[in-house]
């Protein structure tokens, strides 16, 4: 398993929502958190592994030796999102270097699936809360340059185009 970089277009397609609540799902899961962890990332999308599913993990710990902030969504929607937004910086696994400011509501209620195919609902904010958007994003191919201003855009342009040049050259040996 490897992280798929910008500009792949398996981040953009459609994803599938999880219906085999089975063992391979959740080895998957087990095996995208220890990508995440390798990678030194707090959260994870099935697209950005190359399996188009609506599946997500995130530990906003970050950190292997902190299990207890584990937690594995499987269709996941949002039911309500704070009127409130606010900036904060974001990075993206498949963005390697590339961090910048994007607005989003400031608190979100999920609702979801777990590895066992039973619904359970979460009431997120602050950092859980960004990192669950940038993730559920991701299972809509959206990516977070997307939601960036034009002045915030300008700021990281170089930078994707560099990944851009880079995923030609890779796709033309
Ligand atoms: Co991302």
Wanted: hydrophobic share 40%; charged share 30%.
């Amino acid at each position: 398993m490897d992280i798929v970089l910008y500009p792949d277009p398996r981040l953009r397609k459609p994803n599938a929502p999880v219906e085999a609540f089975d063992e391979e799902l959740a080895a998957t899961a087990r095996q995208m958190f220890e990508l995440m962890y390798r990678t030194k990332g707090v959260g994870l999308a099935a697209p950005q592994v190359g399996i188009n599913l609506q599946m997500m993990v995130y530990n906003p710990e970050g950190d292997a030796l902190k299990p207890e902030g584990e937690t594995v969504l499987c269709n996941p929607r949002i039911v309500r999102r704070a009127k409130d937004k606010e900036f904060e910086e974001e990075g993206c696994l498949s963005f390697p270097g590339v961090y910048a400011q994007v607005q989003r509501p400031a608190s979100v209620v999920v609702e979801a699936l777990n590895l066992a195919g039973e619904e359970f609902s979460l009431e997120l904010d602050a950092w859980e809360a960004r990192i669950f958007q940038h993730e559920f994003d991701h299972l809509d191919g959206i990516l977070f340059t997307d939601r960036l201003t034009p002045a915030n855009k300008t700021l990281v342009k170089s930078q994707l185009d560099e990944l851009e040049t880079a995923y030609r050259e890779r796709a033309q040996a």
